[in-house]
Nanobody, 115 residues
Framework: QVQLVESGGGLVQAGGSLRLSCIASGRIFSIDAMGWYRQTPGKQRELVAIITKGGSTNYADSVKGRFTISRDNAKNTVYLEMNSLKPEDTAVYYC?????????WGQGTQVTVSS
């Protein structure tokens, strides 16, 4: 099992920045990709950004150029630096990890961007 704990969400004005962190514990040696998803009420959870153990990244088109995902394997932590935030970025952000067999999710952290 892998446990994921997010932090860093909050309320910010449009144009502002936030940094999310996610610390993994448990069977961390088995983790490959880690990433961030987000969800708003009535909508499906969507991919924001993902990073593999080797450092390859992929971003949703809506956040390219504004968000940066990074990973510190020594600290078992993945980060999401969010800049130029827009009201449409408001959502619950979930940390995700997979070990080729299972998906693991954090409890989510709320990000609210006011206009």
């Amino acid at each position: 099992q892998v446990q994921l704990v997010e932090s860093g969400g909050g309320l910010v004005q449009a144009g502002g920045s936030l940094r999310l962190s996610c610390i993994a514990s448990g069977r961390i040696f088995s983790i490959d990709a880690m990433g961030w998803y987000r969800q708003t009420p009535g909508k499906q959870r969507e991919l924001v950004a993902i990073i593999t153990k080797g450092g390859s990244t992929n971003y949703a088109d809506s956040v390219k150029g504004r968000f940066t995902i990074s990973r510190d394997n020594a600290k078992n932590t993945v980060y999401l630096e969010m800049n130029s935030l827009k009201p449409e970025d408001t959502a619950v952000y979930y940390c995700h990890a997979d070990d080729f067999s299972f998906d693991f999710w954090g409890q989510g952290t709320q990000v609210t961007v006011s206009s």
